[in-house]
């Protein structure tokens, strides 16, 4: 295989483990927003962790192997992205941590003022990983000030522009839509009740906040509209999968919703992935200075070694992961959730 | 950079890996000893081993939180501060660590919720299956680890590429079977069961003393004892080669840790020794005579080059500059290390020792020891970070990068300041709730089985 063609699937293969990542946290980082939202009572919280508490930690990978593959496949990309948007990083960091231990130490006591704590802990880290990744993935295509040596030369806020923010809330309100939806499908109860009211109201907000940020990546980026068919096509078929949801919901069909909100995740995600390709960072300075794939790749050697290693092991990870989700199918009612 | 943001960024990565390595041993000694103990209970079906297994397996998930939370760190910061470096190695370093997330870290982290939430709910067999493949994912993720680290050691298995001058893989084989990885793998390993060993024991040790449940923790106590004896041995049998290839892989490290100044034939052992930390001699140096030489040589009158020797050559080798390593960590550091393996080794010996003669319960001054004894391996663990890593400096990859070259050009002296201090903050936070609920724990000693059938008719429940 030629070394482009290696590359360009390399961009692919990033894309597939981001665009997985808020596929499957998506869902978890709603529920956690959704947290302080849905129930007053700690059963009612209970349920909801119960629903996510099995499988967050294996869906929290996802990223990890994003960044990881970004690292290998092209150390000059991960360089930038996680230098360019420090203090975002940090500030993502800060939170993911604090989730992590959350889920962990809020069991370990029943004293209500602690559980309360960590939960809100949760919800912290449910709420700013999905808005600053937003902000930071936009920022990718929207232009970052990038100098000649692929260093970020810009200044923190540099960030917080208008599209990038809009790409922040949007993706956060997917999240959300996401999570209301999985709640739907995997508590009974008071809970799944008031979720069923949350999809209800999110719907249209999500639908709304990702077609303005679809038709901006259309419009208002050169990449947006570079792919013929496919830069109409994939965003149009993420709105209909979106417009599908409320139908699908009302119609109780739960599990066809969540494949409609994920699928408008991935698609969503997958225009901001497909107008920024073949770039991998947009330079605000001069289209001189963009890092593309080309200019962030890895030597065809380490590519086709990741390439083997992927396509023995990424299969076998979906299958047990997979496999997880189907132990875990039964419907949690409003009752405690378990210790550990 | 100035030097100042240098500095920093340096201090954030030595005290969040620091940090980060308190956790991970424990995860990595206690898992297997966890499932050995599930194990022992599907076999037998003693309910006291699901009791202990319980008991256990808490406190290995309140830490394994832990190790997971400040592991992303890990995996962010090197293009965070130090993005010239992420650049110059990616392209190898990389590959090791995409790897651990796909090999190990799904491994892990799935198979873990299915061991915490399973149980019931899958035959038990599955169930037992999944905690071994927990404890193999945490091997696998060091090993990964491991080898990114080894490469940095000792770079094989690459060139570098004339137009972009960043370093380029060329044989994977070479650099996953990197003979530093060979030893640094089963010593960090080794160490690690040991650090699980001597917590398993210090805890048992401690129910012991207050009369609680004390046939349980006699059997962890016996297993503990049997774990810490075999991988202390073995540590010490490995770090021992493991010396014997830094030896001659990176000369000035050994030079270093033994605060050698001067090249000897034979060389001496040094035992205790204070010196001006800039200086080029030492003010005392209590040394035993041919030990150094056959430590590093295998022969009593090897020669072992000196500090000052190796500096020379290097500024012939690799051009002007300071190439010598923080000597007062190095040499403490190896101390440390070595010290406390081999008295974890004769702690081991002696509780043996007990064991066979039935004195284990009327010996109350070893169960104090065993509890003075938890401590030690993270400091052991630490000192032998801070030696292997500072021994390389100034290099970040040895003979082919400088640390000061390897900073983000970019980065502020603000953001690494202010992550710096957000980063010990939080964790010094954290560190207080994790000991504390370690504690607590440990306290409320292991969960009846009445306990523990409640707490399982509510997973199956839910």
Known sequence: MSATVLSDLWFGVVAFFWVGYFFLEGFDFGVGMLLQVLSREQAGRGAMIGAIAPVWDGNEVWLVVAIGATFAAFPSW??????????????????????????????????????????????????????????????????????????????????????????????????????????????????????????????????????????WVAFGTAGGHAHGLLSILVPALGLVALLLVLPLHRAAREGLA??????????????????????????????????????????????????????????????????????????????????? | MELAALDLARWQFGSTTIYHFLFVPLSIGLAPLVALLETAHYRTGDAGYRRLA??????????????????????????????????????????????????????????????MFGRGRLPRAVHLTTIWLVAIGSVLSALMILAANSWMQHPVGYQINPTTHHAEMTDVWAVLFNPTLLLAFPHTVLASFLTGGLFMLGVSAFQLLRGRDSELFRKSARLAVVWCLISSFLVVLVGDSLGQLVGAEQPMKTAAAEALYQTQAPAEFSLFAIGTPNGGHLVVNVTVPYVLSVLVTRSFSGKVQGINNLQAAYQTQFGPGNYIPFVPVTYWGFRIMVGIGFLALGFSLVGLYLFRRGRIDTWKWFQRAAIVMVPLPFVANSAGWLFTEMGRQPWVVFGLLKTQDAVTPSAGIWSVALSLGGFVLLYLILAVIEGWLMWRTILGGAPSEAKLDDDSHLELAY
Not at chain 1, 279 to 308: H, W
Not at chain 2, 56 to 69: D, E, R
């Open chain 1, 78 to 215: 991960y360089a930038l992205l996680l230098s360019g948007a420090y203090p975002a990083v940090f500030v993502i960091l800060v939170s993911l941590i604090l989730r992590v231990v959350a889920f962990e130490f809020r069991g370990q006591r029943d004293d209500p003022h602690w559980v309360a704590w960590w939960e809100r802990a949760i919800t912290f880290g449910s709420v700013v990983p999905p808005l600053l990744w937003g902000i930071v993935l936009t920022s990718l295509l929207f232009g970052l000030p990038v100098d000649k040596a692929g260093d970020f030369v810009g200044r923190p806020w540099d960030l917080l522009r208008p599209a990038p923010i809009l790409g922040g809330i949007a993706l956060t309100v997917l999240c959300l839509l996401h999570g209301a939806v999985y709640l739907c499908l995997r508590t009974s109860g008071p809970v799944a009740d008031r979720a069923r009211r949350a999809v209800t109201v999110l719907w249209a907000p999500a639908l709304l906040l990702a077609a303005g940020f679809v038709a």
């Open chain 2, 54 to 115: 319980a008991f256990f397996s808490t406190l290995f998930l309140i830490n394994f939180a832990m190790g997971v939370a400040t592991g992303l760190v890990q995996e962010f910061q090197f293009g965070m501060n130090w993005s010239e470096y992420s650049r110059y190695v990616g392209d190898v370093f990389g590959v090791p660590l995409a790897l651990e997330g796909l090999l190990a870290f799904f491994m892990e982290s799935t198979f873990l919720g299915l061991y």
């Open chain 1, 258 to 340: 969540l494949v409609a909100t994920g699928g408008g995740i991935v698609l969503v995600l997958l225009t901001l992935f497909g107008a920024l390709f073949p770039n991998v960072v947009v330079s605000s300075i001069q289209g001189a200075y963009d890092l593309t794939v080309t200019s962030a790749t890895s030597s065809p050697y380490t590519l086709t070694v990741m390439s083997v290693a992927a396509v023995v092991f990424a299969p076998l990870v979906v299958l047990y992961q997979g496999w997880t989700y189907w132990v875990f199918r039964k419907r949690l009612s409003s009752g405690p959730v378990p210790e550990g």
